[in-house]
């Protein structure tokens, strides 16, 4: 058929339909863990945090209960005011417990959750304003990069300038490559002043199978979590993935300190993506590769400072040294 003016292809051209363009058609075939969190895999994310085998939430809201008055004393240090800023706040589950804490000590602060995912900034504030009606909160919807500019726009003059505090919790630290966790700290350090914090959570390395099995979990969320990627891509890109023609399949290596998921095609299959007007060939077994969570030396934390401009200057840990919260100081 000859092509016809009133039959327009639209190149649409969202974050989402240009990860999948290229995504799709590289070998292996690859999509990003920060399309995972729309509604519902903000929703899911929220139920794994709960999990019996998701350690990871547990041991940091262990260290941030047990260190929070050590915390503000940080952060507050002089009595001077704290901008603090969250990078992939989700839920704010941990982060409650200690701005409950900071607001009920009459710290003089301001905080600025940013996330990909407007539902879960949203619901977050809302929460907030309830909770903390006195808390000043200012949210920002985007992702790293953004969050990235937003911190060097901001200059505040004179010497009574707030302190700027990023918590980077949780271990999402562990969805960067090496290379793009180096770009993004020494991007962050060039935005902060002297004194300016910076925390960060990190999953640390342990016994594979413990490891393996919070990715791995036998209620099957983690699985759900992974496919709803694809429903996803139904939606906002008018896809047709089949769902139950598709696997959860979880890695991890302790030499690279890489767990890996995932989604494995359980046949051969062609999957149409409507709104690139492109099709995409599955042979049977092949995978997509979604995500990355990387696991943690010490060593290797203490070399992200060396190699960003921050000096470390404080370790915080769970009983079983599970999870680290690490601030470098700028
Ligand atoms: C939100 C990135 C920290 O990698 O542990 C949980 C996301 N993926 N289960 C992680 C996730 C599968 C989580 N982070």
């Not at 290229?22 to 509604?39: E, I, M, N």
């Not at 009595?79 to 989700?90: C, K, Q, W, Y």
């Not at 404080?314 to 040294?321: G, L």
Request: proline share 4%.
């Amino acid at each position: 058929m000859l092509p016809d003016h009133t039959e327009t292809t639209y190149l649409i051209s969202t974050a989402l339909a240009d990860e999948v363009r290229s995504g799709l058609t590289q070998h292996p075939k690859q999509l990003s863990s920060r399309f995972f969190y729309d509604a519902e895999g903000s929703r899911l994310f929220s139920e794994i945090m709960h999990l019996p085998e998701y350690y990871l939430t547990r041991s940091e809201y262990e260290i941030i209960d047990n260190y929070k008055d050590q915390w503000l004393n940080l952060f507050a240090a002089n009595d001077r005011p704290f901008d603090l800023i969250e990078l992939g706040a989700g839920d704010g589950l941990k982060t409650k417990l200690l701005l409950t804490y900071f607001v009920e000590q009459g710290a003089r602060f301001s905080y600025s959750p940013v996330d990909i995912s407007e539902t879960a900034l949203d619901e977050l504030t809302d929460d907030l304003s309830n909770k903390l009606p006195a808390l000043t909160v200012s949210p920002q919807h985007g992702d790293y990069s953004d969050a990235l500019a937003r911190i060097a726009e901001r200059t505040y003059d004179g010497a009574d300038a707030p302190r700027r505090v990023v918590l980077f919790l949780g271990s999402n630290i562990g969805n960067f490559t090496p290379a793009d966790a180096l770009d993004f700290y020494a991007q962050l350090s060039a935005s902060l002043r002297p004194g300016d914090l910076l925390l960060t959570g990190f999953d640390l390395q342990k016994h594979p199978a413990v490891i393996h099995a919070a990715y791995n979990d036998r209620q099957g969320l983690t699985k759900a979590f992974n496919l709803n990627l694809l429903r996803r891509i139904n939606r906002e890109l008018d896809a047709d993935f089949n769902l139950a023609a598709f696997d959860h399949y979880e890695t991890y290596s302790p030499e690279t300190g890489e767990a890996r998921s995932y989604l494995v095609s359980q046949t051969k299959q062609t999957v149409t993506i409507g709104a690139l007007d492109m099709s995409v060939v599955f042979d049977y077994g092949e995978i997509i590769h979604t995500e990355i969570s990387r696991k943690f030396t010490r060593r290797q934390i203490d070399e992200l400072a060396n190699q960003t401009g921050f000096t470390q200057t404080h370790w915080f840990t769970d009983c079983r040294h599970y999870f680290a919260d690490v601030v470098y100081t700028k």
